[in-house]
């Protein structure tokens, strides 16, 4: 029943979206989208014309240069020396070069990329700005180091006036280099019927509605992630009562479904709200409303959190520093968040003891050079954070991208792989109860990382230092998206040198493709939760304003679920959860298949009611219940 409700749920939904996307979108790499003949070009992107670039705050250049083997000779170059910075802090300025009219149709079409990044996205935003203190279309987006094509449609919501418009392009996130290309903004005139126009989106393979590999994963859910669970309902004199009723209500999951999370969030006291965080260099705030919303969140969905940034060696350090903002920030976590989840029944991650591409980190770049130093103030800091946070932290990410990137790694520093076994005995020393874990990306998204993750696992198993766990980092955006039999194909591979598996840090960034978001992030959930190796999910952020990618968020600014987010609840609380009402038969029995995890069986007979609780496990579980 639970199977066949599932599919024609999933098919019903698939359906209704591809007979939209097969109409109206492309495919990034295989099609080039030309906009229709018939409008007029309004915009002055060329060498010819008088694109402005400004920067404040840091370094930065900017130029034309050329573009090899794309339908464009040249694209306009930005560069600085800086990785992240405020959006503001390098603009283009692209001038409206004819006018058009408040509510005339116009297409956006233009290349971006990131020449040189290492795959992970960083932002950009475009605003078709009609005037000064005047909003009109925004376009937000992830940049990626290959060239994409970007395309969209708006009606202008005022009059747009060469001498006081423009495009500003804010690239302050967008990485060291960013260059765009053949930038066109086409009036159509506002008779022109916009769903007509095309859309840039991306597809992958396993999307279809009927997609074999789904229907496999759904049938092995059914038979892994469940089990019989037979209840007894008897009397005083232990007679069997018939026609009892008995209703099984799930508490918890065992499978782990979790997600990073903010201890202000969850710990900070009312007068600590309103709450500013800076996310992408930008001020963000909440209120005292949005931290009883975000702890309802985690309560009602969760049963595992990393805390994403808190137990992090240079965080850890200001909270020990002794000063009044490290006092209160350690109050916070240690008095409040942690307790609060603890009342609640969830588990706490640990990220992270140690981070081996050191360039990129706050403390450990300093040892660069030195790893007799270095080594010493790991063991310092393992010495004290882990015995101290022995109580409440269940798992650690031991070692945090343990094969790393950039030209000083912990294997370059230390001159082969040993330091890893090192710390993973050490931690297991200061912490023995803990379940330890190593954690990298591009394993499944881009997949560069498979066979050096591999090594290092086979090298710590060889040391007797196996990992307990091996989790996978999937940031997965616009073009990324590895289609599900290969993550399937991936988690086998793995599974031979490593038995226990996880989605570490987990998400989707589509950018404004709130569908794709949604359909691709169902696929991984389905993809990971039917692998008989998987153990937990975890997620890396949830809602918008606490999200390190607002795109890739579940939960929106005002607390409305996106697409993606329903399709969360919906599995994790609906499809994978087990609320059953049966009746017992003349031999006082009921039976039942649900989900791994923890129970409250109720048995009611002639106004008797009775609570039990019970765990249910994969090899079944049976329970009595004695009404008086």
């Known amino acids: 029943m639970f199977l066949s409700q599932l599919h024609r749920s999933f098919v019903k939904t698939l359906s209704l979206a591809f007979a939209f996307l097969f109409v109206t979108s492309f495919v990034y790499g295989d099609d080039l989208i030309v906009p229709p003949s018939g409008g007029q070009d309004v915009l002055s992107f060329s060498e010819d014309g008088k694109v402005e670039f400004r920067n404040e705050n840091i370094e930065a250049t900017s130029g034309w240069v050329p573009a090899k083997n794309m339908p464009f000779q040249k694209a306009y170059q930005v560069s600085s020396e800086v990785r992240f910075s405020k959006p503001t802090n390098m603009r283009v300025i692209v001038p409206i070069s004819e006018a058009f009219k408040k509510g005339d149709v116009v297409l956006m079409s233009f290349w971006m990329r990131r020449p040189g990044a290492g795959g992970q996205p960083n932002n950009a935003v475009f605003y078709f700005q009609p005037g000064k203190d005047l909003k009109g279309f925004e376009y937000k987006l992830s940049a990626y180091k290959e060239w994409k094509q970007h395309v969209r449609s708006f ?13 500003d392009i804010h690239l302050g996130e967008a990485g060291r280099t960013a260059e765009i290309a053949d930038f066109r903004l086409i009036n159509y005139g506002a008779d022109y019927d916009i769903d007509s126009l095309p859309r840039s989106t991306v597809n992958y393979p396993g999307r279809e509605p009927e997609a074999q ?3 496999d994963a759904l049938a092995r859910i059914e038979k892994i992630r469940k089990a019989d669970l037979t209840i007894e309902v008897v009397g005083s004199d232990g007679q069997p009562i018939p026609n009892a009723t008995v209703k099984a209500q799930m508490q918890r999951h065992a499978f782990g479904f979790g997600n990073a999370v903010n201890a202000e969030l969850l710990g900070g006291e009312q ?5 500013t965080r800076k996310r992408s260099g930008t001020d ?5 409303q949005d931290a009883q919303r975000y702890r309802q969140v985690v309560k009602d969905y969760f049963n595992c959190v990393t805390f994403e940034s808190e137990l ?4 850890w350090k200001k909270q020990i520093s002794g000063s009044p903002e490290g006092k209160r920030l350690n109050r916070v976590l240690l008095d409040q968040a942690v307790p609060w989840l603890q009342a609640n029944g ?3 991650r640990g990220h992270y003891v140690a981070w081996a591409p050191m360039d990129f980190n706050a403390i450990e770049k300093d040892f660069v050079g030195d790893p007799t130093a270095h080594r010493q103030w790991l063991w310092d800091h393992m010495s004290d954070v882990l015995p101290k946070t022995a109580e409440f932290v269940t798992e ?5 991208h343990i094969v790393g990137w950039g030209k000083h790694t912990y294997e370059k520093e230390y001159g082969g792989l040993q330091i890893y076994a090192d710390i993973m005995a050490e931690s297991r020393r200061l912490a023995p109860d803990a379940t330890h874990a190593i954690n990298e990306g591009k394993v499944l998204p881009d997949g560069y990382k498979r066979k050096d993750y591999k090594r290092i696992i086979r090298f710590l198993n060889d040391q007797g230092q196996a990992p307990d766990v091996v989790g996978f980092m999937g940031h997965f955006g616009l073009t990324t998206l590895t289609p599900p039999e290969e993550l399937l194909e991936v988690y086998d591979n793995f599974a031979e040198i490593a038995p226990r598996l996880q989605l570490s840090e987990f998400d989707v960034d589509a950018g404004d493709d709130d569908q794709l978001q949604a359909d691709y992030f169902r696929d991984v959930m389905i ?9 937990a999910i975890i997620q890396w952020g949830f809602w918008e304003k606490a999200h390190w990618k607002r795109a890739a968020a579940l939960w929106r600014e005002d607390w409305t679920l996106k697409p993606s987010g329903q399709v969360f609840t919906d599995l994790v609380k609906n499809q994978w959860w087990t609320n059953e009402t049966v009746t017992t038969d003349e031999a006082g029995q009921s039976k039942l298949r649900g989900f791994l995890g923890q129970y409250n069986v109720t048995a009611e007979h002639e106004g008797q009611t009775i609570t039990k609780p019970i765990v249910l496990n994969r090899e079944g579980a049976t329970i009595q219940i004695q009404l008086q």
């Not at 007068?271 to 709450?275: D, I, L, T, V």
């Not at 963000?284 to 005292?288: F, Q």
């Open 155 to 167: 009606v202008a919501t005022a009059d747009y006036d060469p001498e006081i418009s423009a495009v």
């Open 312 to 315: 992090r060696p240079h965080v």
């Open 284 to 288: 963000v705030t909440s209120s005292w």
């Open 213 to 215: 590999w789904r229907k």
């Open 346 to 348: 969830i588990g706490i």
């Open 271 to 275: 007068q600590s709200f309103p709450y």
């Open 396 to 400: 650690w990410d031991t070692i945090n």
């Open 527 to 535: 993809a990971s939760f039917s692998h008989p190796n998987f153990q």
